[in-house]
C-alpha cells in the first residue's frame, strides 16, 4: 500500500522555522523525484520545490528561495521541507507528491501524501 505521511507542521511565529517530513513506504522512494506542494482554501496549489530522485538537484519556486531547503534521505525513505524566516503569507497545507515519468508507458505516476498544515502567526 503506498503512503507518503507529512509531518512537522504547526503554529509559528513570523521569523520562525519548522521543518517538514514525509515518509513514504510501498514504492521504490530512490525512484521518484519529491515535490513539495502548499495550498491555501481558495487559490490554486501552489509548487514549492522539488528534488531529484537522487537528491542531487533542487528547484524552488522564487519567492521561497533563500528560505526553504529540500532534501531527502533515501536510506530512510523521507523527505524533508526545511522552512525559515517564515511569513504569515507562508500559511498553506503543504503536501508532498512523489512524482515519476514512466518511460515505456510514456505516463506519471503520481502519489500524494494528505498535507500538513502550517500556520504563521503572531
Known amino acids: 500500500q503506498v503512503q507518503l505521511v507529512e509531518s512537522g507542521g504547526g503554529l509559528v511565529q513570523p521569523g520562525g522555522s519548522l521543518r517538514l517530513s514525509c515518509a513514504a513506504s510501498g514504492f521504490t522512494f530512490s525512484n521518484y523525484a519529491m515535490r513539495w506542494y502548499r495550498q491555501v482554501p481558495g487559490k490554486e496549489r501552489e509548487l514549492v520545490g522539488s528534488i531529484t530522485k537522487d537528491g542531487g538537484s533542487t528547484n524552488y519556486v522564487d519567492s521561497v528561495k533563500g528560505r526553504f531547503t529540500i532534501s531527502r534521505d533515501n536510506a530512510k525513505n523521507t523527505a524533508f521541507l526545511q522552512m525559515e524566516k517564515l511569513s504569515p503569507e507562508d500559511t498553506a497545507l503543504y503536501l508532498c507528491?512523489?512524482?515519476?515519468?514512466?518511460?515505456?508507458?510514456?505516463?506519471?505516476?503520481?502519489?500524494w501524501g494528505q498535507g500538513t498544515q502550517v500556520t504563521v502567526s503572531s
Open positions: 507528491n512523489a512524482h515519476r515519468y514512466l518511460m515505456l508507458s510514456k505516463k506519471n505516476s503520481d502519489f
